[in-house]
């Protein structure tokens, strides 16, 4: 294997609060504890106050959310797009200390709270593009599990998996996180039947919001025959080998989950 192919990029992506920097912490202690992996630790989050993991490259070497808010007076969304905007100026320049360490196996990069600012300006897919030439790329798109205990939250969960797929244009898969809180309905079992299916959402929906949700979950089943989600607890370790198993069938050729 040659340099070029030695990383394998793990993006942890979801909405704000779902468990992205304790899910790398996790995942990374369970690479190093079961595989005896030596992953490194990529935060890309310019907000973040405390890490639970030791970064290899902490984008707040660059640009801070706090100091921002504190030099300039902007509240901490406009702090966020002006961090953001720091970010992109100096991209070229990020990417190449990120892929300067040294090392093989798994890059585990956490990403800004505010998932909008990582997909849907430039910097998330810029920073992708690049940190994936010559290696290979994963995002894991983690579902807010108060969204996924009911149906349609779930459909909208897996619309947000589906557009992460599109603007990162790298295979995505998705864990449903905080199983140790909540006890999420039994998707799995729901999404191949559809009488039960149907029958759940006449339950939970009515009128409109019936039929846009039978139509939507008609579209996230199709997705789902070729997509495994795995409940995880990134607080108790709970899943991370269904997890690997995920990125593994995800990378390998034989198929792109999405
Ligand atoms: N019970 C439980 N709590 C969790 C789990 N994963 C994360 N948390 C908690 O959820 C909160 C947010 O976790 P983070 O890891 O900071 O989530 P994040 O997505 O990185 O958050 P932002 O970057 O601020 O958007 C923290 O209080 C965590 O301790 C989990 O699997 N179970
Ligand atoms: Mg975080």
């Given at each position: 294997?040659?340099?070029?192919?030695?990383?394998?990029?793990?993006?942890?992506?979801?909405?704000?609060?779902?468990?992205?920097?304790?899910?790398?912490?996790?995942?990374?202690?369970?690479?190093?504890?079961?595989?005896?992996?030596?992953?490194?630790?990529?935060?890309?989050?310019?907000?973040?106050?405390?890490?639970?993991?030791?970064?290899?490259?902490?984008?707040?070497?660059?640009?801070?959310?706090?100091?921002?808010?504190?030099?300039?007076?902007?509240?901490?969304?406009?702090?966020?797009?002006?961090?953001?905007?720091?970010?992109?100026?100096?991209?070229?320049?990020?990417?190449?200390?990120?892929?300067?360490?040294?090392?093989?196996?798994?890059?585990?990069?956490?990403?800004?709270?505010?998932?909008?600012?990582?997909?849907?300006?430039?910097?998330?897919?810029?920073?992708?593009?690049?940190?994936?030439?010559?290696?290979?790329?994963?995002?894991?798109?983690?579902?807010?599990?108060?969204?996924?205990?009911?149906?349609?939250?779930?459909?909208?969960?897996?619309?947000?998996?589906?557009?992460?797929?599109?603007?990162?244009?790298?295979?995505?898969?998705?864990?449903?996180?905080?199983?140790?809180?909540?006890?999420?309905?039994?998707?799995?079992?729901?999404?191949?039947?559809?009488?039960?299916?149907?029958?759940?959402?006449?339950?939970?929906?009515?009128?409109?919001?019936?039929?846009?949700?039978?139509?939507?979950?008609n579209l996230v089943r199709e997705y789902?025959k070729?997509?495994?989600?795995?409940?995880?607890?990134?607080?108790?370790?709970?899943?991370?080998?269904?997890?690997?198993?995920?990125?593994?069938?995800?990378?390998?050729?034989?198929?792109?989950?999405?």
């Amino acid at each position: 294997m040659s340099w070029m192919d030695a990383w394998i990029n793990v993006v942890m992506i979801g909405p704000a609060g779902c468990g992205k920097t304790s899910m790398v912490a996790s995942f990374g202690r369970w690479l190093e504890k079961e595989l005896g992996e030596r992953p490194i630790y990529v935060n890309l989050d310019p907000g973040v106050l405390k890490l639970p993991y030791k970064p290899s490259y902490d984008i707040r070497s660059l640009v801070r959310v706090d100091d921002l808010m504190r030099d300039t007076g902007l509240g901490p969304n406009g702090a966020m797009i002006k961090a953001a905007e720091i970010i992109e100026e100096r991209l070229n320049d990020v990417v190449v200390r990120i892929r300067s360490i040294n090392g093989t196996g798994f890059r585990l990069i956490d990403t800004p709270g505010q998932m909008e600012l990582f997909l849907f300006r430039e910097m998330g897919p810029r920073i992708v593009e690049r940190l994936s030439e010559g290696s290979r790329a994963v995002a894991v798109y983690i579902l807010d599990p108060f969204l996924a205990s009911s149906l349609s939250g779930f459909a909208v969960g897996i619309s947000m998996s589906i557009i992460t797929r599109l603007r990162l244009r790298i295979p995505v898969v998705s864990v449903i996180n905080k199983a140790d809180l909540l006890n999420t309905i039994e998707l799995e079992r729901m999404l191949l039947d559809e009488s039960k299916l149907v029958e759940r959402i006449a339950l939970e929906e009515h009128g409109l919001a019936a039929e846009l949700s039978a139509k939507f979950m008609n579209l996230v089943r199709e997705y789902s025959k070729a997509m495994r989600i795995v409940k995880t607890s990134a607080k108790t370790g709970q899943g991370m080998q269904d997890l690997y198993n995920l990125i593994n069938d995800a990378l390998c050729e034989c198929g792109d989950l999405t």
